[in-house]
């Protein structure tokens, strides 16, 4: 194995290049520990001490380190190693390792990201806002369907009246321009215009009937 190119990340940290392709950040002292330069060839024995001593373990620490921090989907964190310049075999080992503790769980993930969107955000939204941090869609489909048997009572137009009782929607003052931007709003919420049209119509329909109530009231009096 032959070192091949090595660039300069940071003011502590380099990027070594063997054998043309196979990548992987080292600190400077370690640089100067193994002795490695351009154009030198690694033995055997280095390069065994330098993947398991370092290397492997590094990219779990990492991976811990990020943890820490924040929840990831495993493709976030994926992404997030690969980012700091570790080889796919080192990526997949971390993964491996922190899965193998639950540190990284999918499934739990979604449940939770269900949970805390369910007030505010339709079932399509939320499923979109998972499928882009790398949540499969049969791990989504799971997860909605634990979270439906927990809410029954759940449903997208009960979801609606609650967000726009929140933005003091009223549907007998508001004019088309306050209709407008408030149908837009839930239609960025994720909601499908079948089911925003229902909702104001009911509204709407709601209002006659208290209108007409009134009215008759008032002629009894």
């Not at 690969?82 to 922190?98: C, G, K, T, W």
């Given at each position: 194995m032959i070192v091949t190119e090595i660039k300069e990340l940071n003011a502590k940290k380099v990027l070594v290049t063997v054998d043309g392709h196979l990548a992987f950040p080292?600190?400077?002292?370690?640089?100067?520990?193994?002795?490695?330069?351009?154009?030198?060839?690694?033995?055997?024995?280095?390069?065994?001490?330098?993947?398991?001593?370092?290397?492997?373990?590094?990219?779990?620490?990492?991976?811990?380190?990020?943890l820490q921090k924040k929840n990831y989907t495993k493709a976030e964190l994926e992404r997030k190693l690969?980012?700091?310049?570790?080889?796919?075999?080192?990526?997949?080992?971390?993964?491996?390792?922190?899965m193998s503790f639950h540190y990284v769980d999918d499934l739990r993930y979604a449940q939770a990201y269900i949970r805390y969107h369910s007030a505010d955000r339709s079932r399509q939204r939320i499923r979109r806002d998972l499928l882009m941090k790398g949540i499969p869609s049969e791990i989504f489909e799971q997860a909605w369907e634990k979270f439906q048997a927990d809410h029954e009572e759940w449903s997208e137009r009960e979801q609606i009246r609650s967000l726009l009782e929140k933005r003091h929607y009223d549907p007998e003052l508001a004019d088309e321009k306050e209709r407008a931007r408030t149908m837009a709003f839930l239609y960025r919420k994720g909601y499908s215009a079948d089911t925003i049209y229902a909702v104001f119509s009911h509204l709407s329909e709601s209002g006659r009937s208290q209108k007409l109530m009134n009215r008759n009231v008032k002629s009894i009096t």
């Open positions: 080292l600190y400077k002292g370690e640089l100067r520990r193994y002795g490695l330069r351009e154009g030198k060839e690694i033995t055997s024995a280095q390069w065994t001490e330098l993947w398991n001593d370092v290397l492997i373990k590094r990219s779990r620490l990492r991976a811990m380190n990020l690969r980012d700091n310049f570790y080889p796919e075999e080192l990526v997949s080992q971390a993964l491996e390792y922190v």
